[in-house]
């Protein structure tokens, strides 16, 4: 029986079918499912080779300027991209964590980053050489970002940080390959009304002096990512590392998150597809009481109603991604006259959220359902179910940003600022 194929090309664009097929292509070859899957069991630092593999096809840090080591990508590419990706790798740990982490906050960091960043850091991480992320959670909490409890003082040209961050992607890889974070402290006195000021955003080379990374965590899943921290004491970074201007991190921590997270949303389309094609050829042919289990419409509808939810997502995701794409085309009006020309950044950043709450939760549901679909041999880690689920499970518990904190930002756009069930 000829394999299920779930894609619908004909909306795609020239370049994007070629990225598509470049990366399925280079996929059969280094990651099929049995070598996520493996890689999941035996746990990180994840191999060289899979980011090497995804830096030269050039879709680490795409929609990085051509002038700067990208290839100027808009965020609908990418986000297929990162689609293709999710699709290739559901673990969302080895290639589709890694490429929304790197991808959507490597793209801010060049934003914000002056030429020596750019050079020593950004421009190796596109092309897989090393590993950069974000480091704003701290053991406090990750959700309030406005309070977090890591400091900067200035001392001459430079500034010595101190404090804890934890929960981070990729400390491990950073440490076995290099790199920096993103990194969020307070620079000054927290205001009763106003806590989100007075953050300020640093590059953080993983091997600075005073830089300690923590244990790794054991997660539930994606386990071919590392997840840890790191604790700074005294650790003196110049003045020029400073991303963006003194007091204004939270603001563009807020930017880095929008575009992260709709590459999350991508990534999770992918993956919702990948089940559902692995879950049809299963059901197709797996029979009971003399029937494929396909036939019956307990299995069959629960099937067609996560299909539409994944199509229906996939439109959304790609809505937001061109909303995005209009947000940077249209930055310098906004920067002149204060106002937005289509829409404005807290609008977007609601249609971000709601495929940052949306999408994971689906690719959960929908690995679930095949689960059970499967019985038993859904169990089993022998099939992608249930690392998927695991993967997954990480995007709707908290990384890049709590399930109730997307609804807040939703509410919020939606209903208004007096219903915020906090100041
Ligand atoms: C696998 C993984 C990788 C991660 N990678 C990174 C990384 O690379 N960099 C990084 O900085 N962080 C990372 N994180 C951390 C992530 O950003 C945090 O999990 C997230 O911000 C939530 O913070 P928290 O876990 O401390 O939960 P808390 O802030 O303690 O919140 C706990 C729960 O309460 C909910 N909640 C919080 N406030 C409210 C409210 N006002 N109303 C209703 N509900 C609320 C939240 O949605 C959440 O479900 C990662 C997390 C995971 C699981």
Request: with cysteine; net charge negative.
């Amino acid at each position: 029986m000829a394999k299920t194929n779930l894609w619908d090309e004909r909306g795609l664009t020239e370049e994007q079918k070629l990225f598509k097929e470049s990366i399925l292509d280079w996929a059969e070859r280094n990651l099929p499912l049995d070598r996520v899957i493996k890689m999941n069991r035996e746990g990180h630092p994840f191999p060289k080779d899979i980011i090497k593999g995804l830096a030269d096809l050039g879709v680490i840090m795409g929609t990085v300027p051509e002038e700067r080591g990208g290839l100027g990508l808009n965020w609908k590419d990418q986000t297929l991209i990162s689609e293709v990706i999710g699709y290739i790798d559901p673990s969302i740990a080895t290639a589709a964590g890694f490429m929304a982490v790197s991808t959507g906050w490597g793209f801010t960091i060049d934003r914000y980053a002056n030429e020596e960043i750019r050079q020593k850091y950004v421009q190796p991480a596109i092309r897989g050489d090393k590993f950069i992320g974000i480091a704003t959670t701290e053991p406090g909490g990750g959700s309030d970002v406005s309070n977090f409890k890591c400091t900067g003082e200035k001392e001459g040209d430079e500034w010595v940080l101190n404090g804890e961050k934890t929960f981070i992607s990729g400390v491990q890889e950073a440490k076995q390959i290099g790199g920096g974070y993103w990194v969020n402290v307070r620079t000054g006195p927290k205001l009763p009304e106003a806590p989100h000021k007075n953050m300020t955003a640093f590059f953080v080379p993983i091997d600075s002096e005073g830089l300690t990374p923590t244990e790794p965590y054991d997660d539930a899943g994606r386990n071919a990512i590392s997840t840890g921290g790191f604790i700074m004491e005294d650790v003196r970074i110049p003045e020029e590392y400073m991303l963006g201007e003194k007091g204004k991190g939270f603001y563009y921590t807020m930017e880095g998150f929008d575009n992260a997270r709709i590459l999350i949303g991508g990534s999770a389309v992918g993956v919702t597809r990948r089940i559902l094609e692995e879950a049809a050829d299963y059901i197709k042919e797996r029979e009971t009481f003399g029937n494929p289990l396909a036939k019956y419409e307990g299995i069959q509808f629960e099937f067609v109603e996560r299909y539409i939810e994944m199509e229906a997502s996939s439109l959304m995701v790609n809505k937001v991604a061109s909303m995005q794409d209009v947000r940077y085309d249209e930055e310098g009006w906004l920067a002149r006259t204060g106002k937005a020309k289509t829409y404005s950044p807290k609008e977007i950043a609601k249609w971000i959220s709601m495929i940052k709450y949306k999408v994971p939760h689906l690719a959960k549901d929908t690995a679930d359902d095949a689960m059970h679909w499967l019985g038993a041999a859904g169990y089993s880690s022998e099939y992608i179910f249930e690392t998927a689920w695991r993967g997954v499970m990480s995007y709707c518990v908290g990384a890049e940003g709590g399930a109730n904190i997307q609804k807040i930002v939703i509410g919020r756009e939606t209903l208004g600022p007096d219903y915020v069930p906090y100041k």
